[in-house]
């Protein structure tokens, strides 16, 4: 019997190492899938297609994924910063919305380029996965506060790294997340006995987002004799001097470095009180049902987050400190960072839900509140959505993949004899349910010429032909499951249109699997390599 325990208690800790582990597989699992062939993790940064005629030149010469009839979002430009870090540029001016405003965020745009020696191409990539890396550096982190020796830390720690504002920073390769990581090594630092260490630390993040200042409250007395306010103002003078500094340089360099944002902030609680007016008209008018409750979740869990900070002053506590300044930042940011589903308070407000998890005490008695202040998580599968099923690949120069009259791109559309695109991480590829026609556009007014290859897949015994009009391009015979890889060079695509007709005279057959579809071929990996502008008629 004396074994019985230390048997158990094994046992306990596997399983929350493997919560712990699982986790982080499944966070790894998730962003696999937003890795787009040809294109890397570039889905993450948002670009808008409607935007893209004042791209930077080389991000233009690149190959990137652009969300259709959007003007992107925030990282766009960030990362074309990290592309084109020479801020007096015109052509970067004229690439972000406010150069000024966007470039007091410069640290992760420079990180992203200096990892990258400065190559444009690197640097893209390396700044949509910044905020995949920080992510899995802030869970080994995080274990020195939630170690795992009990499942209410396993709750916490998971709190955190799945709370809807850090993962949105992940989906949009937003600054938020690495920030949180530079806020949380600082107050490490602070807590270990090394508090200018953590000044410089906080200091640096600053360059990442001017609100990551707050996070030197983790520095102030605790006492009130002299010397000590005085160590702790010098060690706040290091944590906002770098700030301070590259704003003064910005201000002489590009102007208007001083400007806060529209409506980013407001008086005291006056658009957390809208916010609330927003939820409940939406939910009397009607509105999207999810979204309003979306909403009412994260004004929840920040409200629970507000009112404990509020009612339970601990001020010998580093992390209350530190979450006692985001809170007095919840009563004061404006419309815009609580507007729209659910909000941007959920990103800005990231360090005020990591120290709520490391100060509400332990026990049963507050796990109500531990889960009030949790709810975002709820959020969380919403906010990391992958990206449609690719189906093809297009590669060449951007002046061929895409018309500068129109904006068009060299593309294929799949008639509806085709069943969805579909993934794994080696391959994609479409099922169809018979013969099928696939459609390859040519948006510019003169013909292209590009090397067109695939694979094809089989169920049963068939014969497969790909005819462009009366032309046949290419024939095979197939035996149950066989896969052929197909190449066809030098391919003419003629301006507008071509249509490739995939024919088989065998019916589809269900497979052998639990697929209740009927299958007939697949065509898998397509890719269609661009390689000049044909000549002659």
Known sequence: MAETKPFFHRISRGALWLAYGLTVAWFLGVCAQFYLPGKGFTYLIMFGDRDAAHFVPELRALNHYEIPNSIGYDAAYYAQIAM???????SLREAIDSLPYRARRIL?????????FGDPARALHIYAVQNIVCWLLLAALLLRWFPANSWENFFRWAGVLLSFGLCFSVRGALVDGPSLLLIACGVALA????????????????????TNVLAGAALAPTDSTRPTWWRALARMAVVVLPLVAWLITLQGWLGNAFDQGYRNFAPPFVAYFGKWREILAGFG??????????SLLLVIALSTQLVFFAVRPRWQDTWWRVGAAYAVLMAVIGEAVWEGYPGAASRVLLPLALAFNIVVPRGRRWWPVLLLGNLTVLLTPGALQPPEKASYEVQGPRTLRIADATGHAVGIDFDDRWYGGERSRLEYWRWSRGSAT????????????????????VQGNRSLAVRAGETEVWRGQFTPRERK???????RLAPGDTRWRFETNEPPVHPENDDPRELAFSVRNLRIELLDQATGR
């Open 285 to 294: 008018a009607g509105h999207d049902a999810w979204a309003e409750r979306g």
């Open 84 to 90: 084109h870090p020479r801020l007096g540029d015109p």
């Open 191 to 210: 807590e270990a006995g090394r508090p200018w260490w953590s000044a410089v630390v906080l200091g640096i993040s600053g360059l990442g987002k001017e």
């Open 438 to 457: 696939l459609t390859l556009h040519n948006p510019h007014p003169f013909p292209v010429v590009a090397n067109v290859s695939f694979t094809v897949r």
């Open 108 to 116: 992760f745009s420079w990180t992203a380029s200096l990892l990258a």
């Open 485 to 491: 890889d197909v190449r066809l060079s030098a391919v």
